[in-house]
T-cell receptor, first 111, second 112 residues
Framework: EDKVVQSPLSLVVHEGDTVTLNCSYEVTNFRSLLWYKQEKKAPTFLFMLTSSGIEKKSGRLSSILDKKELFSILNITATQTGDSAVYLCAVGNNAGNMLTFGGGTRLMVKP | DAGITQSPRYKITETGRQVTLMCHQTWSHSYMFWYRQDLGHGLRLIYYSAAADITDKGEVPDGYVVSRSKTENFPLTLESATRSQTSVYFC???????????FGAGSRLTVL
């Protein structure tokens, strides 16, 4: 059974801080790892990683995957109040298109 | 409207009643999914479908029924609702070979 564990469960920071969110996984026939952002509504897609060591970057957000150690991190630099959300990590395997999600990290950014 | 839409967005029902949550997508995506989201459990897969007339169980299928007679629709039915099925339900879809799921806005179901 595929498994995804995220840490920390929650995090409170101040605007301008840098945060690192962690995701470790166990999956049979790994295909991809995805990060989503959820703000009181539907999760929205951030990144998909398939190759180890290659950083994906979008503005202040970046993510990297380590397939040997089975984890990924999501970094957010210069945080803003609009970054407050639950960040979800998910893994996909080669058996189909479904994703297994972690429990999420709730980030609160204070002004 | 283009995209993936769920209805109803909010539903209150009583124990034992049948409830159907609707999901419609306009992209002709082959794959469709139903997840439930509960505090402490994250998103858990209930059922998924790889194509019309093909459905399969996910992690938590008990108490739910799905069908997919048309590619664009994937209704989820609770045949006899229980309080433990109080949750937020998300429908999602993806193209073949693509792990990126696009989610609907969610349906919040309360079973009294």
């Amino acid at each position: 059974e595929d498994k995804v564990v995220q840490s920390p469960l929650s995090l409170v920071v101040h605007e301008g801080d840098t945060v690192t969110l962690n995701c470790s996984y166990e999956v049979t026939n790994f295909r991809s790892l995805l990060w989503y952002k959820q703000e009181k509504k539907a999760p929205t897609f951030l990144f998909m990683l398939t190759s180890s060591g290659i950083e994906k970057k979008s503005g202040r957000l970046s993510s990297i995957l380590d397939k040997k150690e089975l984890f990924s991190i999501l970094n957010i630099t210069a945080t803003q109040t609009g970054d407050s959300a639950v960040y979800l990590c998910a893994v996909g395997n080669n058996a189909g298109n479904m994703l297994t999600f972690g429990g999420g990290t709730r980030l609160m950014v204070k002004p | 409207d283009a995209g993936i839409t769920q209805s109803p967005r909010y539903k209150i029902t009583e124990t034992g009643r049948q409830v159907t949550l609707m999901c419609h997508q306009t992209w002709s995506h082959s794959y469709m999914f139903w997840y439930r989201q509960d505090l402490g459990h994250g998103l858990r897969l209930i059922y998924y479908s790889a194509a019309a007339d093909i459905t399969d169980k996910g992690e938590v299928p008990d108490g739910y029924v799905v069908s997919r007679s048309k590619t664009e629709n994937f209704p989820l039915t609770l045949e006899s609702a229980t309080r433990s099925q109080t949750s937020v339900y998300f429908c999602a879809s993806s193209a073949i070979g693509a792990n990126v799921l696009t989610f609907g806005a969610g349906s919040r179901l309360t079973v009294l």
